[in-house]
């Protein structure tokens, strides 16, 4: 920790750090740019139609982001503290976004705007390494999904969710149930029989 950042600039210091190795004269252009907002629960940072513009890194709480399709809504993920996200299409393409971001608990972020991200991507190395690293944890995951989701078998897909997805435990601790079955593309009812049914038998191994 820098005795001379502030401790949101530790936060994102100690985040970049993960990935590659900043000096401070590095992070410093970064720390400067960076933006921090404070959402209430229930607040929509991102709505159907709007453009995403920004990249964002979770203080604290919890941002889910989902579909509504026929009236019904489809989990794509979820962001707690310490995981970034963004609308990928729609910032990319410039394109109005199909998905919601929405605050479920009150919640703080930290966000670079594009236009400050694209000026950094050309101009620092160390940023444009980590930046690129960072979207492809998140696009490794989100295939990893992807290939869960072909399984019609319940009882697969949560294990496959459990032993491929890295942030399983953290979002079994801190999410919803009934928002983790959606991820899941089950019913909660089937989740909840599903999860008896995986702990049943691990405790049977394990005895």
């Known amino acids: ?20 190795p900043l ?11 960076m933006k921090k907002k404070k959402i209430k ?45 963004n609308n990928f299409t729609s910032y990319m393409e410039n394109s109005p976004s199909n998905q919601i971001q929405e605050a479920i608990t009150d919640s703080e972020i930290l966000y670079f705007e594009k236009k400050d991200i694209d000026k950094f991507l050309l101009e620092s190395h160390p940023f444009s390494y980590i930046y690129t690293r960072l979207f492809e944890q998140v696009h490794l995951e989100r295939e990893k999904r992807s290939l869960i989701l072909q399984h019609k078998n319940a009882n ?31 019913t909660p009812e089937t989740y909840s029989r599903v999860k008896k049914k ?4 691990k405790d049977k191994v394990i005895s």
């Open 1 to 20: 920790m820098k005795e001379n950042f502030s401790d949101e600039e530790n936060i994102l210091f100690d985040f970049f750090n993960q990935v590659y």
């Open 23 to 33: 000096t401070e004269t590095d992070f410093r252009p970064l720390a400067k740019a």
């Open 41 to 85: 629960q229930g607040e929509i940072l991102l709505n159907i139609g709007q453009i995403e513009t920004k990249t964002s890194l979770v203080l604290k709480g919890f941002i889910h982001q989902y579909l509504i399709i026929d009236g019904n809504l489809y989990t794509i993920d979820f962001s707690l503290a310490g995981m970034s996200f």
């Open 156 to 186: 697969k897909r949560y294990e496959l969710f459990l032993n491929t997805i890295s942030k399983s435990k953290v979002f079994l601790e801190q999410v919803p149930q009934k928002l983790i079955a959606n991820y899941l593309g089950m």
């Open 198 to 201: 995986y702990l049943k038998k």
